[in-house]
């Protein structure tokens, strides 16, 4: 057999293959195990979508294969979707692209950009993909670190002039996957003038930007101009979940658009119509009431936790937004607090380091998990959680 690609051993090892070792090993010893590792919604979709899909399905029309940009109506409902919820105007045939879940048409528009040699800016810690996908193309990462005491906001002045200069693609994610952060207009507003000053492509991944549990979270194009400089991940995924159906889009910049749809028209060939038809269904009805009960639950969730934890020693701070607890562990090593957990109260967590090593020191808790669920890990963790914080 020939061997793989070199662009293989670019991308790090797989980090979590120990844990998920010892998560079978728990196992069987008979105990089940309460996971907060994988941000993965638990809640069925909205019952009018699977309706739609229900109603779509044995049209005929939907059997060949889909346009290749996403349907003209999809495209439609994205549009006014950004209308209403963002007061942003988008061209739905030059400004808006379906994707197959944003995770890719992510990777695709950094195939889109990045040849051998070109560098992507990456805040981390973050959501693996931006750097694996710009290694894999050939291309650098500059991992910005972000830092609790600045809100987990990527300082861009922080950027030395060289590496903007060379930069292509910098990537942001608020409300932010794994930190919870939330970022405000004037910070996209920094963002943008960096961006164009630079000739940059501002990349903002908006997976959760329904997800905030204050005030709402707004879109990077609402910066005036954004649409020269950036684009928008926009994914049904999280908010409704959604994410086995795979439907997103990616809109803003018609260059970048234009870029996207020339590797995607070679390399798949669009989300099946009949669940772009049901996707359109939650996107022009319900979308904020499914959105505000989803984040009541996620909040009772979130307190529970919370409160929980600081309840057993542990001063975890309070997500602003996503479905995640982003809390620094006492000795710094993620891992091994992550593999006690595990071993000592059958309770999974995703240690910092896999999402960069500025993740280092923290762990990542997902809210994917019910109330009772929760309640329980906390009565595991009431004699294993303060000896840990003690150091034994
Ligand atoms: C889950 C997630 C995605 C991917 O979502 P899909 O649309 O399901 O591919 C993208 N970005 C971040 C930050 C995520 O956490």
């Not at 739609?52 to 549009?79: D, I, M, N």
């Not at 959604?242 to 889009?249: D, F, H, K, P, S």
Request: proline share 7%.
């Amino acid at each position: 057999m020939p061997e793989p690609a070199t662009r293989l051993t670019r991308i790090p090892p797989y980090l979590f293959a120990d844990l998920e070792r010892q998560r079978r090993l728990v196992e069987a010893r008979g105990q089940r195990v309460i996971s907060f590792s994988i941000g993965d919604p638990d809640l069925p979709t909205a019952p009018a979508v699977v309706a739609r899909l229900l109603q779509e399905a044995p049209r005929a029309e939907h059997h060949r294969y889909p346009p290749y940009e996403g349907t003209a109506s999809f495209r439609k409902s994205v549009a006014g979707y950004y209308q209403r919820r963002f007061g942003v105007d988008l061209d739905a045939d030059r400004e808006v692209v379906a994707a197959i879940g944003s995770k890719e048409a992510i990777s695709h528009l950094v195939w889109a950009y990045i040849d051998p040699g070109d560098l992507s800016i990456v805040p981390e810690p973050a959501y693996p993909v931006y750097a694996n996908q710009t290694l894999l193309a050939g291309g650098e990462v500059y991992a910005l670190p972000l830092r609790e005491e600045e809100g987990f906001l990527a300082d861009l002045t922080a950027i030395p002039d060289p590496v903007a200069r060379r930069a292509k693609l910098l990537f942001l994610n608020y409300p932010h996957n794994p930190t919870g952060a939330v970022a405000s207009l004037a910070y996209f507003e920094q963002a943008v003038a960096f961006c164009r000053r630079w000739d940059i492509l501002l990349v903002s991944d908006a997976a959760y930007v329904e997800m905030t549990f204050g005030a709402l979270a707004p879109s990077v194009l609402e910066v005036p101009g954004a649409k020269e400089v950036a684009v928008e991940f926009y994914s049904l995924s999280k908010p409704f979940n959604m994410t086995g159906w795979r439907l997103g889009a990616m809109v803003g910049q018609e260059a970048a658009v234009a870029a996207l749809k020339a590797v995607k028209t070679n390399t798949d060939s669009g989300q099946f119509s009949a669940i772009q038809a049901a996707g359109e269904e939650i996107l022009n009805e319900g979308a904020s009431a499914f959105v505000s009960a989803m984040n009541g639950v996620y909040r009772r969730r979130r307190d529970l936790l919370v409160m929980g934890l600081r309840q057993l020693g542990w001063a975890v701070p309070e997500p602003r937004g996503t479905f995640y607890l982003w809390a620094r562990v006492p000795d710094g090593d993620d891992q091994a607090f992550a593999s006690r957990l595990l071993a000592e109260a059958g309770v999974a967590t995703s240690p910092g380091r896999g999402f960069g090593a500025a993740g280092t020191g923290y762990l990542r808790w997902a809210l994917t998990v019910s109330e009772d669920q929760i309640a329980e890990a906390l009565e595991r963790l009431k004699d294993v959680l303060p000896a840990l914080l003690a150091g034994s």
